[in-house]
């Protein structure tokens, strides 16, 4: 069983940063894309980043590039996400996730596991 626990999400005024963790255990696919997904009120799921096993690459929204950097410990089977320079626009639930190399990364419909997701709020 798949099992994606996020923490570290919170509150942040602009231009403060938050770590994101997700820790993952039972994913048995040989290869996968594991990255973060956001959505914001009234806004639809959009990828934020991710990490393909299979290449090592990693891949960033054009709205993050910059400001968030993904990175990963093994040995602990944790992704993390950095965010820096948080602006209000970065303000979503933010999820974990694993997809099968299957459509984009960051094609939403295609992902196979979720997290809980954890709160980002950023304001002004």
Known sequence: QVQLVESGGGSV??????????????????????????QAPGKEREGVAAIYTGSGITYYAD???????MSQDNAKNTLYLQMNSLKPEDTAIYYCAVKRPVGMWFDSSKVNYWGQGTQVTVST
């Open 13 to 38: 005024q602009a231009g403060g940063s938050l770590r994101l963790s997700c820790v993952a255990s039972g994913v048995t696919y040989s290869y996968y894309y594991m990255g973060w997904f956001r």
């Open 63 to 69: 709205s993050v590039k910059g400001r968030f950097t």
